[in-house]
């Protein structure tokens, strides 16, 4: 079985899976927009790894 | 090519690329809680800017010209890139990446992975590690961008070679490794138009989607008869299995590829910049599309190139034949034939955004693995360490250019030198760096001993096997012949185009789960210190 002039299967099906993979980014994006943000606030761990990123970025 | 409109359209990019950069230099400089501006990005920005590091003139220009050889079966890689590099990269990986590197406090990817294990030599050698490996990659997406530019401009390839180079360094040196995402995404965003059209002119150029897979489908016949042999059986179909390119298209480009891409150092820093992983959920949506467009749009086109070359009166051959066997030269020789002018400027500017924004995290990368990962946490190095960084910066990108230089004799004509570069890199990380990586995101139990012999034994098996086994590198490396009197230990059977990776990874794995019995366990405090938050 092929599709969209396409020779083989295997082809076939890949051009399928790309739709279908990049469909579930979408979805899963869209479903999950709102949820786990509940660490949204910037946290002591955040600043502190900031200052740190900070000082490397000054090293380059 | 009209070289005056080219030019003006670059120097507008540069100067743009020049103003994004000095607002978020501005930025981070003059905001009193800089750093709180910079977590309050936005995902698509995220999300683009990872897309347009994970995706370089390699992608496009070599794997698109890899397309132009194998055909469409190398889809199966843009699957991966999409299912694997986004999905699976974001919503099993990065999360807990992001939440452990923050417990941990690590900034670079061997640093995560020496904290996670409590050892310095971990971080140490695997930062040597990347610093051995990664100019490869540079090379490979030097190599891309400089093969266009000689195309376009009918330059040799040497001085487009070190001419890009030179305007690659200055971006580098001149500020381009720093507050990265804006300029990232906008070069993403760049990306993404000039792919675009790219796909929709090429299908409208051949007569519509059907009819231009149609067209290339009934061209099987001369691809079997040209490379029949080694299992080609026509560009929208896949090759005869487990012959010679079907190992290879498989075990190299879409496996060493497509799973590598978990592993790559330049990329997990990135999930640790973000506020919170609600920010990763909508990432997943843009990366997923950016990918698609992409790699998807690269390779699509890349094996289309044999319809125009084959049906052109100035050519009359497939695109292999067309570009001389030179298979990075594929993609800019269609571009620069058939295209209009207008639409090569676009595409030179594709390729600047994917070459910049992938070689100033890989610079970045590299630069703190000499300066902070091997001299200042390995070897105990006292004061700043930002002479180390700043020559070890220096130190790769001349390697790196070397590199691309010496890369078109190390390996045979026909052979696609940027993506088989890539893949090495690809391949090489995920044998060493995945199993502790993966071990150590999800596993309470894995210990020092496990990750450092999975480690060593990846980086082992890998090298021994592209010394000794798969004949693409051993042939050119010439240790095989020079003890053993052969090109590979395995010539004539099916081993020799086996990927390193489909040996190493699975090795990699089994020593890691086998040391694991072996050895203490870490700390149980410190094990609560890393999964602190991960539910």
Redesign the interface.
Known sequence: MTILGLGDFNVSLVFILLILSTLLCVIYGIVRWNEDGEDAKISGKEKQWDKEEKNIEETL | MNVLLLSIIVLIYLFIIGYLAYIAYRR?TTAT????A??NIHPYIMAISYGATFISTSAIVGFGGAAGVF???I??L??LN??MG??VAF?FFG?RTRTM???L?A?TFPEFLGLRFQSRFLQGFSGLVILVAMPLYAAVVLMGGAQFIAQVLSVDYNAALFFFTIIMAIYVIMGG???VMYTDAFQGSVMFIGMFVLLVMTYTKLGG??????K??AM?DIAVQIFGAKGH??????PVFGSEYWWTLVSSVVLGVGIGVLAQPQLVVRF?TV????E??????????FI?MMT?VAFIVGALTNVYFFNNPNFNKIALLAADKNVDNIIPLYISNAMPHWFTALFMITLLSAAMSTLSSQF?TM??AA??DVYEKWLGGKG???LI??MG?MVTIIISLIIAWGLPFFFEGGTAIIARGTAIFFGLCAASFLPMYVGGLYSKKINKQAALWGFLSGVIVSLFCLFFIHTKESQSLLVCKALFGVDSLAAGTKWEFVDPLIVALPVSILVTIIAGFFGKQLPEEHINKCFQ?IK
């Open positions: 981070t809680d800089y750093m709180l910079g977590r055909g469409m079966g889809l199966w843009t699957f999409i299912f986004i999905f919503v999360k590197g923050l417990n406090n900034h490794l720093k507050g989607v059907v009819t231009a897979h149609s290339l489908t099987s059986t026509g560009w929208t179909s896949f640790m506020k919170a992983n609600r990763l959920n909508r990432a997943v949506l843009v990366g997923g599309v698609l998807g970045h630069g703190t300066g902070r700043s360490p930002v960084t700043k910066i938050g």
